[in-house]
Nanobody, 119 residues
Framework: QVQLAESGGGLAQAGGSLRLSCAAS????????MGWFRQAPGKEREFVGG????????RYADSVKGRFTISRDNAKSTVALQMNSLKPEDTAVYYC????????????WGQGTQVTVSS
């Protein structure tokens, strides 16, 4: 089992920045690829970005590419999502997720943290 806990959500103005963090516990963090997802009211959950277990590779949804950056610290078992140039459409509950490197389905999820961007 992997336990995930997000922090860092809150209120930001359009054009501003927020940094989300996700702390993992329970298993060898460096064996897991990590991802960030979000779900806005009335919409389906969508992929925001992901990072492989070593941190050498990242990928992003087109909607956040160039504005959001994912990083991880395997020594501290944390993954971060730096969000810059925020837009009102970034408003959502953001979730941290993990899957073992040998699988492709995200099996472990955090409880989510609210991000609200005002115009």
């Amino acid at each position: 089992q992997v336990q995930l806990a997000e922090s860092g959500g809150g209120l930001a103005q359009a054009g501003g920045s927020l940094r989300l963090s996700c702390a993992a516990s329970g298993r060898t963090f460096s064996s897991y690829d990590m991802g960030w997802f979000r779900q806005a009211p009335g919409k389906e959950r969508e992929f925001v970005g992901g990072i492989n277990r070593s941190g050498s590779s990242t990928r992003y949804a087109d909607s956040v590419k160039g504005r959001f950056t994912i990083s991880r610290d395997n020594a501290k078992s944390t993954v971060a999502l730096q969000m810059n140039s925020l837009k009102p459409e970034d408003t959502a509950v953001y979730y941290c997720a993990a899957h073992h490197w040998s699988t492709s389905k995200y099996d472990y999820w955090g409880q989510g943290t609210q991000v609200t961007v005002s115009s």
